[in-house]
């Protein structure tokens, strides 16, 4: 494969986002630093097919992205290749507005061919390659200049181990028939709401404190307030305030600013400081959340009780089953909290439908609705229809009737 030298200029990035734009797959890497700063800084991207790579340094002067962005965003032909790729995502969509597609992780796509839950890239590189990653370059700066040969070797790694790896991996996803599992995981992957950062839709990342209108309202207005004093400084908004401190204020608002230095979490600063000053303003005009903003309450049937949690319990039994037998992460499958409403009595769930209610969700409702049992045979832990049990038993039953017979006629 060759490796180019880092890109540093307009014209060879585009000659290079060209050559690139004839391939079936690019492979595609970030490295980025955001400790300090509300938007992450994007310091280098990495990016290759089966035939070339090249780390593209984005902070050189006069750099124009547009070639590569348009090669992500706008080309529907080459299918781009991430392992974990969400933040990337990410910064693409903080330049373009848009997100690469189609898409394909490779982290994702290890849930349907493997029981990884979250495989990491070292990981993934040693399973599949033999390869050790070194990690040395890990932590570095990326934001510093001149990068050394060492970081850009490390980082043009990832994309060229990568190229290797997902034909291996497409080819597993052909011969098992699971590429299909992936289509939903992927487009959401790529969902440019996923990435859209509104600050009117701040509050709902935060851990709600009940469901009062009156709370919700200032939560939601204290949460706007702080994304837009987060981006305006860019600095990470748990700076501004954490996420506990908001959730309290808006539960338990000061009457007066002076009141701030009570909040556990503020500085004694707050008081008396403009920040403080423009906190008091957002509680005092803040309004209740309109009812059509409210959120649903949790889709759960009757209460669990004790019997239903222990149906619960029996459903993720079953689910690390069935995810050894086909050797799946049980992740892709389904979620506790899933089962938990199954058990409850809810039955417009995803368990229920398409390859998941295949895969696991029939066997999961025979066993709520009781056609499905456990039986232990050779030490492993089976699943077994209870009318196959019933019948295997009057199949018994019978022959130690003909054998009484026939002993006695003897």
């Known amino acids: 494969m060759k490796i180019h030298d880092l890109i540093t200029d307009t014209d060879t990035l585009a000659a290079l986002c060209e050559r690139l734009a004839k391939s079936d797959f690019v492979t595609v890497d970030t490295e980025f630093m955001r400790e300090n700063t509300y938007w992450p800084e994007l310091c280098l991207v990495q990016i290759a097919n089966d035939e070339e790579a090249a780390a593209i340094d984005p902070l050189a002067d006069g750099i ?88 850009i070797e490390y980082a043009i790694g990832d994309v060229t181990h990568l190229s290797s790896i997902f034909p291996k991996i497409l080819k597993k996803l052909i011969k098992t028939g699971r590429g299909g599992w992936l289509d939903a995981e992927m487009e959401k992957l790529a969902d440019p709401a996923n990435y859209a950062n509104d600050a009117d839709q701040a509050w709902k990342r935060i851990r709600s404190p009940g469901r009062n209108p009156t709370v919700l309202g200032r939560l939601k207005a204290l949460a706007a307030w702080r994304e837009g004093e987060a981006q305006h400084k860019n600095i990470p908004r748990g700076r501004i305030m954490r996420d506990e ?105 995803p368990i229920l439908q398409g390859w998941r209610y295949e895969v696991f969700g029939k066997d999961a409702l025979e066993l709520v609705e009781g056609r499905l049992a456990f039986a232990v045979k050779d030490g492993k832990l089976l699943m077994t229809h209870v009318d196959d049990v019933h019948a295997g038993m009057m199949e018994t039953a019978q022959d130690e009737v003909i054998t009484e017979v026939a002993a006695e006629a003897g």
């Open 64 to 151: 124009d992205l547009k070639p590569l962005w348009d090669l992500l965003c706008e080309n529907e032909e080459v299918l781009k290749v991430f392992h974990a790729g969400g933040q990337d995502v990410e910064i693409v969509y903080n330049f373009t507005g848009k997100t690469p597609h189609p898409i394909f992780d490779t982290q994702i796509a290890m849930m349907a061919i493997s029981q990884n839950e979250q495989i990491g890239y070292a990981n993934l590189v040693e399973s599949w390659l033999g390869i050790t990653v070194d990690k040395g370059a890990r932590f570095t700066d990326w934001s510093r200049r001149p990068l050394t040969e060492r970081q």
């Open 245 to 349: 401190t908001l959730a309290d204020i808006a539960s338990h608002p000061p009457k007066k600013q002076s009141d701030l230095i009570k909040v556990r979490g503020l500085s004694n600063a707050w008081k008396d400081n403009d920040i403080g000053k423009r906190l008091m303003k957002v509680i005092d005009k803040a309004e209740p959340l309109p009812k059509e903003e409210m959120p649903d309450k949790p889709k759960r049937g009757a209460p669990l009780g004790k019997e239903g949690a222990l149906v619960a319990d029996l459903l993720k039994l079953l689910l690390k089953i069935r995810a050894r037998e086909i050797d799946v992460a049980s992740r892709l499958l389904t979620r506790s909290d899933e089962m938990e409403a199954l058990a409850a009595g809810v039955r417009k769930l």
